[in-house]
Each structure stands twice: as C-alpha cells, then as structure tokens.
C-alpha cells in the first residue's frame, strides 16, 4: 500500500479513484472493481430517467459488448433501437448509404436513451461491492478524471484543455413520424448545416431523435420562436411522413476540443483523463461515447496487463495508455473536423466537389467498408 493513500470516512483504501459518475465514470468503475480494484466514484449519483431529456447516442458493436459485459446494457426492446441502414443526403445530388447486411452484421449500430443507460449503470454500481461512492475524493495512487469537457479537476491539475469552438449549436428534440423509422438513420447536409434523424422507440418505432447543426444565430432563433417544424419537414423530404414534435427542444454549443496532455503527477498519486474530459467534438460521426467507452477499455486493459511489481500510478504504465487513445482520437477529431469544415462551405464549387467525393465514396467498394467496420467497432478485415 503506497504511503500517500488516505482511507474514505468508511476507513477503506482505494486503488483508483474515479471522478465523474456519467456513462464513462460509471463504466470504468465497474470494469476496474470486475478486476478486483477497489475504487471510489466521486460525483453526484445521476437522476431516474426522465421523459424531458430528449438526448441518445449511437453505440457501435465494441461499446455494446463493453456494457453487456458491466451487466449494463438496456434489456428493454424498446430502448435499444439497431440501425439497419445509414443514409446520408448532401446537397447538390450527394449521396452515401450504408447497409448492415453489406457488412454482414445484425445491425451497424444501436441508439440508446442516455437517461435509461445511466440508471442501468448506476444500478450495477449499486449492486458491486468493490465500488464506494463519495462526495469527497479520497487519495490513492491513481485518479481518473471522467466529469466531462468542463471538468475543474482537470483544471486545478494543470492539464490544458485547447477548445476551437464551432460557430453551430446542436438543436435536438424528439419527434414522431407518420411512419416507422425501420431502423435507417438520416443525415442531411445542406445550407451549412447538418442535420441527422436517429432511430428510436426499437425497430418498429415511429419516433425518431433530431439532432441539427445550424450557426448559433439560428439555432437560438428556432428555439427562441419555437416555429422550426415546418423546416425540418421541408428538409427531410417528408422522408417519414408528417412530424410532430414531442416535448421541449434542447440546445447546446459545438466544438473541438482535447486534452494537450491526458496524464499529470501530483504528490497524490498519478492523474489521468478519460471520455469528455480528455476530448469532445463534433457530432456529425456518432463517435462521442465510443471514443470515451473505448477509452475505458484500453485503460482498464494496461492496467490489468501490467508487470507485476508496476504500481497502478506508474508514469511509464499509463504512458501506454495515453499514446494508445491519443492516436485514435486524433484521427476521428481530424475526420470530424474535416468533415464539418467541408460542408460548412456554401461556395458553389465546393459543393459540387464534395458532392463527387461523396458519390465516388459510396462506390468505393472495400475502402467504404473498411471505414464502415472502423465506425462500427469491429476489426477491419483485410
């Protein structure tokens, strides 16, 4: 037991201390005490589902397998809606579409309710005794800072967070449609804007998630008027029929942002970054929660493969860690930027080359399916 560790008010010692109790702090905690650590969870236990958060995300094969293996993923049908078909839409005749059956796979992905898969959690923490909850965080050789892109722990530690801000706010709402989703998600980019309709409620549903990037300026027009409907109608082509909308719309503001270093020493024990806190962008791609899943992944694997007389804080131990993510997240943060920057553009040249891009794309046979099986989580086969 190094000598810096310092007992909770219970008088236990922890291995690791995990602050944030959100989707990633929760499942970092669990998969750590699945190894026999013990673990503190600092942060306020997260609230019952409720009907007026309208937020889900897109969960691919490797963050589904994390969360069966937590005991934490949704049995409800209802909550847990595969997507059977991606179609994207761009302007100027742009198209893309990806298929699961083309990938040989029950599903590309799967959109689940954020408030449903947080309660699910909290209760496996509930039942697992290696995990204690805390107000205040205990010393220990290790602490991971999982409390999202505002984090102040990362602050106080002097781990710079660089943020490019984008000029669009997310608008998200929840609609119902005249027709079943059947499971195929959406995607439209036009006008500078982005906007994506995710399948909820299970295969069958007829409610679809809305996510919409606009600049700021007409995002809080929209919510400000609330008369937005209409719009979204007209842009999605009717594609599911008549919409109306349930509940109040949410918005929040984009960017890209990452840690410029994702470990610190402090006479403490060793600190490291993990999910929101380390990176945030765009979500156009639907890889927020899987970047920080697998970050979870890859940190609980080099702490259980460690040598045997390396402590959990060791520099070098967690440098491992660190390359590893840092890698990767780059990679989709360039993608996604690249991305968004593309198809802000309203310049008419422009169009017409990411259109052809975008149609050359969809005929590219095996690279369209290497990047399909990277987003999906699954090991590209060569």
């Not at 942060?43 to 691919?60: C, M």
């Not at 937005?228 to 999605?236: A, I, K, N, T, Y």
């Not at 380390?278 to 702490?303: F, I, K, S, T, Y």
């Not at 310049?347 to 794309?361: A, E, K, P, S, V």
């Amino acid at each position: 037991m190094n000598a810096f560790q310092s007992p909770s008010p219970s008088g236990r010692r922890f291995d690791v201390v995990v602050r944030g109790s959100g989707i990633v702090g929760q499942s970092l905690a669990l998969l750590l005490a699945q190894d026999r650590l013990r673990v503190a969870l600092v942060g306020e236990t997260p609230l019952n589902p409720s009907a007026s958060d309208v937020r889900a995300y897109a969960l691919n094969t490797a963050s589904r397998r994390l969360l069966e293996s937590l005991r934490a993923w949704p049995s409800d049908a209802q909550s847990t809606t595969p997507i059977s078909a991606m179609r994207v839409h761009a302007d100027a005749g742009g198209r893309l579409g990806f298929d699961a059956h083309e990938q040989g796979a029950d599903a590309l992905g799967w959109i689940v309710d954020v408030p449903l898969l947080e309660d699910q959690l909290a209760q496996a923490v509930s039942y697992q005794s290696g995990i204690e909850r805390l107000e205040q965080a205990p010393s220990a050789p290790l602490t991971v800072v999982c409390e999202g892109k505002r984090s102040a722990t990362r602050a106080s530690r002097g781990l710079d967070f660089l943020v490019k801000p984008y000029a669009h706010k997310a608008l998200a709402a929840r609609l119902q449609c005249e027709r079943p989703h059947g499971g195929v998600a959406h995607q439209w980019f036009a006008h500078g804007e982005i906007m994506a309709f995710l399948p909820i409620g299970g295969p069958g549903g007829r409610t679809v998630a809305l996510v919409w990037s606009a600049p700021v300026e007409r995002t809080d027009a929209r919510i400000a008027s609330g008369d937005w409907l209409g719009e979204v109608q007209s842009r999605s082509a009717s594609v599911l029929g008549e919409l109306s909308v349930s509940g109040a719309a949410q918005a929040w503001p984009l960017e890209l942002s990452t840690a410029d270093r994702w470990l610190a020493q402090t006479p403490d024990g060793t600190v490291a970054l993990a999910g929101d806190a380390a990176h945030a962008m765009h979500p156009l791609a639907g890889q927020g929660l899987n970047l920080g899943l697998a970050d979870v992944a890859e940190l609980a694997r080099v702490l259980r493969e460690r040598e045997y007389w390396r402590p959990l804080g060791d520099w070098r131990l967690l440098r491992r860690y660190e390359r590893a993510r840092a890698a990767d997240v780059s990679a989709m943060a360039w993608v996604t930027d690249g991305l968004f920057g593309l198809f802000d553009h309203t310049d008419g040249r422009i169009q017409t080359l990411r259109n052809w891009g975008l149609n050359q794309f969809d005929r590219s046979g095996p690279i369209k399916q290497w990047m399909a099986q990277r987003a999906m989580g699954v090991t590209p086969q060569p």
